[in-house]
T-cell receptor, first 114, second 119 residues
């Protein structure tokens, strides 16, 4: 069990640029989640996948955000035309699809938009 | 919509003492799970405890235990014999059990409680 891996750990970008983050889940986990966390707050749900299907997407996820999991393994989260308000920690987690299966989190990608 | 509320932004405890972190939630569902997660500074979030709503017995794990009051929609975490390594942000989280006939994935978190442990 190598855990959930996220890349990069930190990303600094200028406003208006596009950024893409990658998440590699625990290999036997078929569910993958993206959350956003701002300083001192709890994680906010963005979206989740079961295999390659995107099952739910938060209303918080504007049209500038898109997530994919094309082969049901790793996932990417892209933010287009970044804004300063996008600065946050982006957390990825994975789980089995059994009821009550806990989420296992990665270390996150910290995005700073200047 | 389900909401999770942690009314204590910060708590502190002396090493070896006991501390209780509060959590309340709002739901109309009868079948769900509750979780406590710990997030140490600059480190990843890890699971502390899980409670199934249909179980009356409170979950425990070593020095960590919960007081689950389903009717009151309360789910507090007790940490006994606190250690310096317990210092972290603690999150309470909720998930319904099923939606559309299949197990449901989305976890809803509270705002968190920062726990400081004094030597």
């Amino acid at each position: 069990d190598t855990g959930v891996s996220q890349d990069p750990r930190h990303k600094i970008t200028k406003r208006g640029q596009n950024v893409t983050f990658r998440c590699d889940p625990i290999s036997e986990h078929n569910r993958l989640y993206w959350y956003r966390q701002t300083l001192g707050q709890g994680p906010e749900f963005l979206t989740y996948f079961q295999n390659e299907a995107q099952l739910e997407k938060s209303r918080l996820l504007s049209d500038r955000f898109s997530a994919e999991r094309p082969k049901g393994s790793f996932s990417t989260l892209e933010i287009q035309r970044t804004e300063q308000g996008d600065s946050a920690m982006y957390l990825c987690a994975s789980s089995l699809d059994r009821a009550g299966s806990p989420l296992h989190f990665g270390n996150g990608t910290r995005l700073t938009v200047t | 919509a389900q909401t999770v509320t942690q009314s204590q932004p910060e708590m502190s405890v002396q090493e070896a003492e006991t501390v209780t972190l509060s959590c309340t939630y709002d739901t109309s569902e009868s079948d769900y799970y509750l979780f406590w997660y710990k997030q140490p500074p600059s480190r990843q979030m890890i699971l502390v405890l899980r409670q199934e709503a249909y179980k009356q017995q409170n979950a425990t794990e070593n020095r960590f235990s919960v007081n689950f009051q389903k009717a009151a929609k309360s789910f507090s975490l007790k940490i006994s014999d606190s250690q310096l390594g317990d210092a972290a942000m603690y999150f309470c989280a909720y998930r319904i059990m099923y939606r559309g006939g299949t197990s449901y994935g989305k976890l809803t978190f509270g705002q968190g409680t920062i726990l400081t442990v004094h030597p």
